[in-house]
């Protein structure tokens, strides 16, 4: 019992430094505006290349749609510690920071539809990758259409 509580002690103290650490890891507004572009980009190429075999434009490739999905759900995560306080500037529009609440909701629905679009893609299931492509899209485009600069 005393070893259960120590690891969760730690575990959260690290959680805890982590999360303050990530807002630190930027010497300058610039250098997370570039993160977070950067992780989005890459983000975006993958699921680029899953909705052009969703729309027919390619060849379905299990193995390539799977692999692309998993990128994207591994990048999903890691965008949003780069739009802490003094981060403002880039494509974001300043109701990133003025209405926080509702970007964090909407990242968080993103992530959601993407674990589900990921799922789809492993299961190797054409039509359930389509069901979710289209959520997980309408989710992107939910953040993007109140949250980037046009």
Not at 32 to 56: D, E, H, P
Not at 87 to 107: I, Q
Not at 131 to 144: M, P, R, T, Y
């Amino acid at each position: 019992m005393k070893f259960k509580r120590i690891f969760l002690m730690t575990l959260i103290s690290t959680l805890l430094a982590s999360a303050g650490l990530a807002f630190a890891q930027f010497k300058k507004p610039e250098d997370a505006i570039k993160y977070r572009q950067s992780a989005l980009t890459v983000m975006a190429n993958s699921f680029g290349k899953i909705g052009a075999v969703v729309k027919g434009e390619a060849p379905f490739n299990k193995d390539e749609v799977a692999k692309n999905a998993a990128v994207v759900a591994t990048l999903s995560t890691l965008p949003w510690q780069a739009f802490g306080p003094g981060t403002e500037g880039g494509n974001a529009l300043p109701a990133v920071w003025t209405d926080n609440a509702k970007f964090k909701s909407a990242s968080e629905k993103m992530q959601l539809a993407v674990v589900d679009l990921n799922k789809a893609a492993q299961s190797g299931d054409l039509e359930n990758i389509k069901k979710a492509f289209g959520a997980a899209g309408a989710s992107c485009k939910g953040c993007h259409d109140d949250f980037k600069k046009k």
